[in-house]
């Protein structure tokens, strides 16, 4: 069974800083990855999506994920974050060959601190 | 385009009732996704629909059931409603059975008292 593992389920930064929110996952077969945002009281956002080729994908409001095979790992990275990134963010897996449904990891709390 | 549209927005149920929530999902998308959202559990896959055919189905007991018209509108019901089941539950389209283009509403905010 595929799981995903949010290693951090809370990051406080302060604005401008840098800031990696780490993901793993554990499926052993080929998965498209995913990263999403929620602000309070809405649904979620698409981020960024993993499908196929460069490992390095580039998403929307600055952020980029790194996708690792060999460590098993989509780590979400922003150079420098505002005071609008404080939100929660959502890794997510479905296998590439059956994409159906999505497993989410439990979400890390971004809070950007002025 | 308009995108999916969840209703009601809020809803306070007790316990014992049933709930039927709908999701509109954006024009030409004939894929209708359902998710829990709970502190407790985080987000979890409820069921897919695609033309009208539940397709895949999450590991949640029997009271919770789903359908698709034939404009792609979903519906999920929840039947003799228990204090667990308050949750935000998310609907998300897409226009083909792949996930690649999944778009989310804002959910419906279910109370049960």
């Known amino acids: 069974a595929q799981s995903v593992t949010q290693l951090d389920s809370q990051v406080p930064v302060f604005e401008e800083a840098p800031v990696e929110l780490r993901c793993n996952y554990s499926s052993s077969v080929s998965v498209y990855l995913f990263w999403y945002v929620q602000y309070p009281n809405q649904g979620l956002q698409l981020l960024l999506k993993?499908?196929?080729?460069?490992?390095l994908v580039k998403g929307i409001n600055g952020f980029e994920a790194e996708f690792n095979k060999s460590q098993t790992s989509f780590h979400l990275r922003k150079p420098s974050v505002h005071i609008s990134d404080t939100a929660e963010y959502f890794c997510?897996?479905?296998?590439?060959?059956?994409?159906?449904?999505?497993?989410f990891g439990s979400g890390t709390q971004l809070t950007v601190l002025p | 385009k308009a995108g999916v549209t969840q209703t009601p927005r809020y809803l306070i149920k007790t316990r014992g009732q049933q709930v039927t929530l709908s999701c509109s999902p954006i024009?030409?998308?004939?894929?209708v996704s359902w998710y829990q959202q709970t502190p407790g559990q985080g987000l979890q896959f409820l069921f897919e629909?695609?033309?009208?055919?539940?397709?895949n189905k999450g590991n949640f007991p029997g009271r919770f059931s789903g359908r698709q018209f034939s404009n792609s509108r979903s519906e999920m019901n929840v039947s003799t409603l228990e204090l667990g089941d308050s949750a935000l539950y998310l609907c998300?389209?897409?226009?083909?059975?792949?996930?690649?283009?999944?778009?989310f509403g804002s959910g419906t905010q279910l109370s049960v008292l």
């Open positions: 629909y695609f033309s009208e055919t539940q397709r």
């Open positions: 024009s030409g998308h004939r894929s």
């Open positions: 993993y499908l196929s080729g460069s490992t």
């Open positions: 997510a897996e479905t296998p590439s060959g059956s994409a159906r449904q999505l497993t």
């Open positions: 998300a389209s897409s226009p083909t059975d792949a996930l690649e283009k999944l778009f």
